[in-house]
């Protein structure tokens, strides 16, 4: 029984010695340059994918008004381009990084444009969707009846998979590395603020 025991405990530890960690993560900034995540350790992070040509495009400005507000207390937004819903991020990261700046006066950190979903995924990005899976829009409000309906006419089934439905999706990440929660675009950005403000505490 106590060599059991021992099997089953050391089994455990192996598994989570095995488990990825957030800051076990590298990714390439807008320069190319590789960046481990471990930097940001003990930081609150909103990590979002983006688009430049969304009709949640606007949501740039109060992302930089949340980073604004409490970049000071260890926030951090890490903002990700991705082309994969509808082609709305197309250009170079240089273009991108201009238009960010100049239409939204945007400073958080800006990265690779990366995919998402599929064969080429971020790493980064199958692990926050393992932490933090799908759970639908809200269906009580309009633009998420929007989505839905989008959505479903491509893929009935689509919200019983954990991939990223649309652009500016985002996961908020606490100072130890666990994965908190996950917004879909059509979330209240005073929502995240409110998650933000609580991860902070």
């Known amino acids: 029984m106590k060599k059991s025991l021992v099997l089953l405990l050391l089994a455990l530890l192996t598994v989570s010695a095995g488990a990825k960690s957030i800051y076990s993560l590298k990714v390439k900034d807008a320069q190319g340059k590789e960046v481990s995540l471990k930097k940001y350790r003990g930081q609150v992070l909103l990590i979002v994918n983006t688009a430049t040509h969304c009709g949640f495009t606007p949501q740039y400005r109060e992302l930089q008004q949340i980073y604004d507000r409490y970049s000071a207390q260890g926030f951090q937004v890490l903002d990700f381009p991705c082309n994969q819903f509808g082609q709305q991020a197309p250009g170079s990261i240089a273009e991108i990084r201009q238009f960010c700046t100049e239409k939204f006066q945007t400073k958080f950190p800006l990265f690779e444009k990366?995919?998402?979903?599929g064969a080429q995924e971020s790493p980064l990005y199958t692990l926050l969707k393992k932490e933090q899976p799908f759970r639908g829009f809200d269906l009580k409000d309009r633009t998420g009846q929007m989505m839905d309906q989008m959505l479903r006419r491509q893929d009935p089934k689509y919200d019983q998979k954990s991939d990223i439905k649309w652009n500016f999706t985002k996961f908020l990440v606490d100072g130890?590395?666990?994965v908190l929660r996950r917004f879909e675009p059509t979330e209240p950005?005073?929502?995240v603020e409110e998650a933000v403000k609580n991860a902070l505490k």
């Open 189 to 191: 950005m005073s929502s």
């Open 114 to 117: 990366i995919d998402v979903n």
């Open 176 to 178: 130890r590395g666990q």
